[in-house]
């Protein structure tokens, strides 16, 4: 491979969306942010420099990391942040994967401005499984805010209260012609009859889950979180925040009389508060009579607009998940742990936590809403858990005693508990090199059901089963697909069900697992896994590199 440099100045830019201008947090100032493009086997450099009033890091979403811990990025766990004025570069080499990942900041929300994808083209020389496409499209769905969300999540951490709803999903960073004021601001995709195109679909947004699709056009899913699968035909996608999906858009044969919409909104698995709005682009043939004028709608030509699932369309949600499958060829194989070292069962859920003194709560009873996993609300530490790891100074800033839970049928989607409230605190779990883990989460249902997409830093993992209600430890893992499981670094945990993945733990470092929506993540539904260095030179993590930041 070769390497790739790119600079990244973080700077203030501003940006006006549904007729309002607004200073946001940029990269070089664009938005969305950059794209990193590279091959498989590349080493990409990027040096980051800090010119904005706010801490930043950057993480390289799905990006595995391979004895490469310390450019992970996610803050406090493996760096400290960049402060204002200060630089750092994140150096890393792709190894494995081809397809679409994504970078966005890791620090409090500024990642509702701070993404770009991140484009992994095969190696130099080895064709796609599939028909190479005319072209390529990088297309980001996202959130716009009109309110600054560090302001709305301070707030909604100090209250516990359910955080501001965003004005306007967007497509490329554009809300589309069905919000007030944002004609202008449509995604526009000029394509030609009887082509192929690769539309790379990265889920950017801060907390919904979204279904996406292109009017009369069927879409033919090849690759998640750049990962080949095998392809399958759907008039819709469902994608969940920190998930990509490549796929195959087949124009019509000849030019058509019409215009096709493209069209995202979210799939909502049990919140009170949401934005129940559509965003839309065009998908224009590139012949005079289709194109859609910067104004708005043209009313002339027929104007198709998809048919997206219903809000709450969990079914649609459980079959598009049941069709996804590892490629699991000769070339591109399922290398799925068989024999499995430990077993663990995460619970991943709501519960509260008492109210601060003097301040009103929006939670049950005026309590506070805390999120956990294991019924531990992980507490961010003020220094990164990978450096006090590697300096053997672990004291005061990490426990090793992340809660084991025994596996026994229990009823976590039945009756809620007494105890709803959460304990806290900043506890890992150690593995030591190259443990082969099966991990179940559950979902409880103490405050709601609701569906968690949770994503693993440094790994891929295989989804080998998955279901509603309660796990069974006893039937349940004859049931098991150890053959082509569909492989990927961010899973949803169905809203009262359970997800159960195997992965071997082979990267030394610390690794955050943590859901992606962002308000869960923000009330502690996070935690760490340390794993340990093997006893070879090359099964260790090396150590930091020298412009590491402090805190
Ligand atoms: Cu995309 Cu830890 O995140």
């Known amino acids: 491979g070769i390497t790739r440099?790119?600079?990244?100045?973080?700077?203030?830019?501003?940006?006006?969306?549904?007729?309002?201008?607004?200073?946001?947090?940029?990269?070089?100032?664009?938005?969305?942010?950059?794209?990193?493009?590279?091959?498989?086997?590349?080493?990409?450099?990027?040096?980051?420099?800090?010119?904005?009033?706010?801490?930043?890091?950057?993480?390289?979403?799905?990006?595995?990391?391979?004895?490469?811990?310390?450019?992970?990025?996610?803050?406090?766990?493996?760096?400290?942040?960049?402060?204002?004025?200060?630089?750092?570069?994140?150096?890393?080499?792709?190894?494995?994967?081809?397809?679409?990942?994504?970078?966005?900041?890791?620090?409090?929300?500024?990642?509702?401005?701070?993404?770009?994808?991140?484009?992994?083209?095969?190696?130099?020389?080895?064709?796609?499984?599939?028909?190479?496409?005319?072209?390529?499209?990088?297309?980001?769905?996202?959130?716009?805010?009109?309110?600054?969300?560090?302001?709305?999540?301070?707030?909604?951490?100090?209250?516990?209260?359910?955080?501001?709803?965003?004005?306007?999903?967007?497509?490329?960073?554009?809300p589309g012609p069905l919000y007030n004021c944002s004609a202008k601001d449509t995604f526009k995709l000029k394509v030609k009859p009887g082509r192929t195109y690769l539309l790379r679909m990265i889920n950017a947004a801060l907390n919904d889950e979204l279904f996406f699709a292109v009017a009369n056009h069927t879409l033919t899913v090849v690759d998640v979180d750049a990962l080949y699968v095998k392809p399958f035909d759907t008039p819709t996608l469902v994608i969940a925040p920190g998930q990509t999906t490549n796929v195959l858009l087949r124009t019509k044969p000849?030019?058509?009389?019409?215009?096709?919409?493209?069209?995202?909104?979210?799939?909502?698995?049990?919140?009170?508060?949401?934005?129940?709005?559509?965003?839309?682009?065009?998908?224009?043939?590139?012949?005079?009579?289709?194109?859609?004028?910067?104004?708005?709608?043209?009313?002339?030509?027929?104007?198709?607009?998809?048919?997206?699932?219903?809000?709450?369309?969990?079914?649609?949600?459980?079959?598009?998940?049941?069709?996804?499958?590892?490629?699991?060829?000769?070339?591109?194989?399922?290398?799925?742990?068989?024999?499995?070292?430990?077993?663990?069962?995460?619970?991943?859920?709501?519960?509260?936590?008492?109210?601060?003194?003097?301040?009103?709560?929006q939670g049950p009873n005026g309590t506070k809403f805390a999120a956990t996993m294991n019924n531990v609300s992980f507490a961010l530490p003020t220094t990164a858990l990978l450096q006090s790891h590697f300096f053997g100074q672990s004291k005061d800033v990490y426990t090793p005693n992340f809660p084991i839970i025994p596996l026994m049928p229990f009823n976590y989607t039945g009756t809620p508990p007494n105890n709803t409230f959460v304990s806290n605190g900043t506890k890992v779990l150690v593995l030591p090199f190259n443990t082969s883990v099966e991990l179940v989460m559950q979902d409880t249902s103490i405050l709601g059901a609701e569906s968690h997409p949770l994503h693993l830093h440094g790994f891929n993992f295989f989804v080998v089963g998955q279901g509603f209600g309660n796990y069974n430890p006893a039937t349940d893992p004859s049931k098991f697909n150890l053959v082509d499981p569909v492989e990927r670094n961010t899973v949803r945990v169905p809203a009262g069900g359970w997800v159960?993945?195997?992965?071997?733990?082979?990267?030394?470092?610390?690794?955050?697992?943590?859901?992606?929506?962002?308000?869960?993540?923000?009330?502690?539904?996070?935690?760490?896994?340390?794993?340990?260095?093997g006893p070879l030179p090359n099964q260790k993590l090396p150590p930091p590199p020298s412009d590491l930041p402090k805190c």
């Not at 009170?272 to 043209?298: H, I, M, Q």
């Not at 195997?502 to 869960?520: S, Y």
Request: some cysteine; hydrophobic content about 40%; charged content about 15%.
């Open 5 to 174: 440099h790119y600079k990244f100045d973080i700077q203030m830019a501003n940006v006006t969306r549904l007729c309002r201008t607004k200073s946001i947090v940029t990269v070089n100032g664009q938005f969305p942010g950059p794209k990193i493009v590279a091959r498989e086997g590349d080493r990409v450099v990027v040096r980051v420099a800090n010119h904005v009033p706010y801490n930043i890091t950057l993480h390289w979403h799905g990006v595995r990391q391979i004895r490469s811990g310390w450019a992970d990025g996610p803050a406090y766990i493996t760096q400290c942040p960049i402060q204002t004025g200060q630089s750092f570069v994140y150096d890393f080499t792709i190894v494995g994967q081809r397809g679409t990942l994504f970078w966005h900041a890791h620090i409090s929300w500024l990642r509702a401005t701070l993404y770009g994808p991140i484009i992994i083209l095969p190696k130099l020389g080895v064709p796609y499984p599939f028909a190479k496409p005319y072209k390529e499209v990088p297309i980001i769905l996202g959130e716009w805010w009109e309110a600054d969300t560090e302001a709305v999540i301070s707030q909604a951490l100090q209250t516990g209260g359910g955080p501001n709803v965003s004005d306007a999903y967007t497509i490329n960073g554009l």
């Open 500 to 533: 159960a993945i195997r992965f071997r733990a082979d990267n030394p470092g610390v690794w955050f697992m943590h859901c992606h929506l962002e308000v869960h993540t923000s009330w502690g539904l996070k935690m760490a896994w340390l794993v340990l260095d």
């Open 254 to 361: 000849t030019f058509p009389n019409a215009t096709f919409f493209m069209a995202a909104r979210p799939y909502v698995t049990g919140r009170g508060t949401f934005d129940n709005t559509t965003v839309a682009g065009v998908l224009e043939y590139t012949n005079p009579r289709s194109a859609f004028p910067a104004k708005g709608f043209n009313k002339k030509l027929p104007l198709y607009k998809p048919i997206l699932p219903g809000l709450n369309d969990t079914s649609f949600v459980a079959n598009f998940t049941s069709k996804l499958r590892s490629l699991a060829t000769a070339q591109f194989p399922a290398n799925v742990p068989q024999t499995i070292d430990r077993r663990f069962f995460f619970t991943v859920g709501l519960g509260v936590s008492p109210c601060p003194e003097n301040q009103t709560c």
